[in-house]
């Protein structure tokens, strides 16, 4: 039975009517930038989150750097992020013409360590990037801490987060700025490019809206150089369908990930394999599903062979990028990072995965690590 990583023509089907009606009244008003829908969707998105303001955007990458360049953060400044991200965390950084600074990662919730924060300050650091990796929140608390003591800006990258919860508050709604990107592949996707900041903060996002749209806010008038950056109508369309069905689609993945966590009980109780660990702080919404095992790169053949199609998030952490190969790290430097880039391996995971795709998912595993254990003698 093939089982595919996510199916996004499943969950299109699900939505056919309501989407297509939506892309339909963006077509009949030729609204293709901005515009009502893209206006309807930053309140909606705003509302959900709980926070004052939304700014859409062109791309989860930009909302994190005009995020940045809308509280002034920019050359000269340092912005700490953790090693294993996304390379899109650190790269905004840069591209806002600050640098980054990387810390490892707590090696069993896979966030940022709060602990190692104080390690990499200097006179020049402004901000520190905490993404709720996978889909689970950040240990918040413990960053604001750090972050308040030394007067650092936080801002969230919540690209991979839609919807978790920190003790009962939604990720992106804390931070100076929450960052949330609408990749098709993401818990809330669009049909195309996408992202957006949320923030409490009303002149941040006016600045924000003039960023995403040549530092104009009149016409032909422009206050600042800025970005073509904006969010497309056709996206705030679909995202707003969409985001009615968030909260139900999250419940699911919660559903799958506990039915992973029961059909896999014995190899995690082996020692085989290490299931996601879940924060008492934290409700994870299962962006991804991610196991860790010492076969990594032998499983993830075997599963392929047996039609499951998995991922690896990350095979190589961000310090290591040939990108970054100036700031002169060298493996070893974070070692918990490395050691995760060799051992993940994300297992199908998205709302309409049926219970048949989780069980032959689980006895792939099972099969996998009976025949190692019969080959070993
Ligand atoms: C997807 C992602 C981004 C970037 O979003 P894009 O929309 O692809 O630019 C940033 N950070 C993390 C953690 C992500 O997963």
């Known amino acids: 039975m093939p089982v595919p990583f996510v199916d996004l023509q499943a969950q299109y089907r699900s939505i056919k009517a309501e989407v297509d009606a939506a892309i339909q009244r963006v077509l009949d008003t030729s609204a293709f930038i901005l515009g009502r829908e893209v206006e309807a969707f930053e309140r909606a998105f705003a509302e959900y989150v709980g926070a004052g303001e939304c700014v859409g955007v062109s791309n989860g990458t930009a909302a994190i750097q005009l995020a940045l360049q809308a509280c002034g953060v920019g050359p000269g400044d340092e912005v700490i992020v953790p090693a294993n991200t996304f390379f899109a965390t650190a790269e ?41 990796l996978y889909g689970q929140p950040a240990d918040l608390d413990a960053v604001f801490e750090a972050a308040e003591r030394h007067n650092l800006l936080v801002f969230e990258d919540a690209a991979q987060a839609h919807g978790a919860r920190y003790k009962g508050g939604r990720v992106g709604a804390r931070g100076v700025a929450g960052c949330f990107s609408f990749y098709p592949g993401k818990n809330l996707g669009a049909y195309g490019e996408g992202g957006a900041v949320v923030t409490d903060d009303a002149e941040g996002a006016r600045r924000l809206r003039m960023l995403r749209d040549h530092g104009s806010e009149q016409k032909y008038r422009h206050e600042l150089v800025g970005y073509n950056f904006r969010l497309e109508g056709i996206q705030g369309a679909v995202l707003n369908v969409k985001l009615k069905h968030l909260d139900d689609w999250n419940a699911l993945r919660r559903q799958h990930a506990a039915r992973y966590r029961e059909l896999l009980a014995p190899l995690a109780d082996s020692g085989a394999l290490a299931l996601p660990f879940e924060a008492d702080y934290a409700e994870h919404v299962y962006h991804l599903f991610v196991i860790q095992t010492e076969e990594r790169d032998s499983l993830q053949r075997y599963l ?74």
């Open 92 to 132: 905004a950084v840069s591209t806002a013409g600050a640098t980054p600074v990387f810390v490892d990662c707590d090696p069993v919730t896979y966030n940022l360590d709060p602990n190692k924060i104080e390690e990499v300050i200097t006179e020049r650091t402004r901000a520190v990037i905490p993404v709720h």
């Open 304 to 377: 392929s062979a047996a039609g499951v199609q998995t991922g690896i998030h990350y095979p190589v952490p961000v310090h290591l990028q040939p990108a970054y190969a100036a700031l002169s790290h060298r493996e070893g430097d974070f070692p918990n990072a490395e050691a995760q880039a060799q051992r993940v391996l994300s297992l199908p995971m998205f709302a309409e995965l049926n219970g048949h795709q989780l069980k032959y998912v689980a006895d792939a595993l099972a099969d996998f690590y009976a025949e190692a254990a019969a080959a070993a003698g």
